[in-house]
């Protein structure tokens, strides 16, 4: 993780606003994005973006914050966008495909079950839950889901993943203990991303030994 982080962190020091935009749609609505580390490289893009950054590394690699702020919130709305067009159009044959490096038919499943339980919803919580968010708008455009009701809570998930979690890295980064250990602050909001996902997993186990030991 690690790594990937570092390559995704380098990127966009590399490639600026438009690099992380790049990642941001591909992280949000193509299936091989699923990967991409959109958490921690959004709070590390919102700390680019700060004084605390320029004095740390000399350097001012993103514009202001309302820009990176608007962009990233752009990218993601426009990504989902296109995860329900990939669903609607292709369908379940998405779904019949075989398993390789870069698609896992468990990922499909694991944000079906979350769409079945949290509904219209799910379109703005998996937003803050790593490869369900990848796959999600996915599954809305195979259920069919009301294109408008797709579009609203898409916006409103997107600004408040896109534009929220820069905005976190912005000011926290302006925290000294933070903004010398940047790296393991972000990887904090990775782990912490996956929370929800720990935690249906352990509930689901949790039920089963219940069902077990009843029967």
């Not at 570092?6 to 992380?20: E, P, R, S, V």
């Amino acid at each position: 993780m690690l790594a990937l982080l570092d390559f995704a962190n380098d990127w966009i020091k590399t490639g600026g606003w438009i690099a992380l935009a790049a990642i941001v749609f591909a992280e949000s609505g193509l299936l091989v994005g699923f990967f991409l580390p959109g958490d921690s490289l959004l709070f590390f893009a919102g700390f680019l973006a700060s004084d605390a950054a320029f004095e740390q590394f000399g350097e001012r690699y993103m514009p202001a914050l309302p820009v990176v702020a608007v962009v990233c919130a752009l990218a993601a709305i426009a990504g989902d966008q296109v995860g329900y067009i990939i669903g609607k159009k292709f369908g379940p044959s998405l779904f019949d495909r075989p398993q390789s490096k870069l698609f896992d038919p468990k990922n499909v499943a694991k944000a079906e079950r979350f769409f079945a339980k949290h509904g219209s919803k799910t379109i703005v919580l998996a937003r803050f839950v790593p490869i369900v968010r990848t796959f999600v708008p996915t599954v809305a455009g195979v259920s069919n889901m009301h294109y408008r009701t797709f579009v609203t809570f898409n916006v409103i998930g997107g600004v408040l993943w896109g534009a929220g979690v820069t905005t976190l890295g912005f000011f926290l980064g302006e925290i000294d203990a933070v903004k010398n250990n940047i790296e393991i602050a972000a990887i904090v909001i990775v782990i912490v991303s996956f929370g929800p996902i720990a935690f249906e997993f352990w509930k689901h186990r949790r039920q089963a030994a219940a069902g077990l030991s009843h029967d």
